[in-house]
């Protein structure tokens, strides 16, 4: 069964540090790899997505993410966190068919200044 | 392109009673997907219409809740007899078909039961 495990539920950093937001996936074939933001009482905002090519993909607001097939990961990055990058942020796995996207519990981040 | 436009952004109902949503999907989006989301997790798929057909419901979707989606535009979700365990954010999502298609989602629907 597909699934996504997000296993940070809550990351605070500091304005200007790194950032990495960890993503893993269980899924039978190859997936298509997304990641959302959503800021309080509103819906989700695509921030990237991972179909296939180079494992690298670069997004939305500075963030990027790899996709590791090895280690079924597809894990979020952004090199200087800004304050308004406090969020809830999601990962989400679909099939190549996309009737369905399997999202994870989401992991919460807080700047500070 | 006005994105995924959601009705109404909130709602108070008194437990027993019917809500209905409805969800603009964005023009050249043939699927549209509504997904519910409670505090502290992420959204849970409910059910998934390309075009006008209803292709996919979840377990979730329990025999009060119903959605259409007419000639295959606009969506709405009816949730009859309302429990408190509904309450919950309803989101809406379309996609154009295509296997590179990404979902887009609404600002969804706040629904509170009392």
């Known amino acids: 069964a597909q699934s996504v495990t997000q296993p940070d539920i809550h990351i605070t950093v500091s304005e200007g540090a790194s950032l990495e937001l960890r993503c893993n996936y269980s899924?039978?074939?190859?997936?298509?790899l997304f990641w959302y933001v959503q800021s309080p009482g509103q819906g989700l905002q695509l921030l990237l997505k991972?179909?296939?090519?180079?494992?690298l993909v670069q997004g939305i607001k500075g963030f990027e993410a790899e996709f590791k097939r090895s280690q079924s990961s597809f894990n979020l990055r952004k090199p200087s966190v800004h304050w308004s990058d406090a969020a809830e942020y999601f990962c989400?796995?679909?099939?190549?068919?996309?009737?369905?996207?399997?999202f994870g519990t989401g992991t919460s981040l807080t700047v500070i200044p | 392109d006005t994105g995924v436009s959601q009705d109404p952004r909130h709602k108070i109902t008194k437990r027993g009673q019917n809500v209905t949503f409805r969800c603009d999907p964005i023009?050249?989006?043939?699927?549209l997907y509504w997904y519910r989301q409670t505090l502290g997790q992420g959204p849970e798929f409910l059910t998934y219409?390309?075009?006008?057909?209803?292709?996919?419901k979840s377990r979730l979707l329990s025999d009060r809740f119903s959605a259409e989606r007419p000639k295959g535009s606009f969506s709405t979700l009816e949730i009859q007899r309302t429990e408190q365990g509904d309450s919950a954010m309803y989101l809406c999502?379309?996609?154009?078909?295509?296997?590179?298609?990404?979902?887009?989602f609404g600002q969804g629907t706040r629904l509170t039961v009392v």
């Open positions: 989400a796995v679909a099939a190549y068919t996309g009737n369905q996207f399997y």
């Open positions: 023009s050249e989006h043939n699927r």
């Open positions: 999502a379309s996609s154009l078909e295509a296997t590179t298609g990404a979902a887009f």
């Open positions: 991972y179909f296939s090519g180079d494992t």
């Open positions: 219409f390309q075009n006008e057909a209803q292709l996919e």
């Open positions: 899924y039978g074939a190859t997936p298509y």
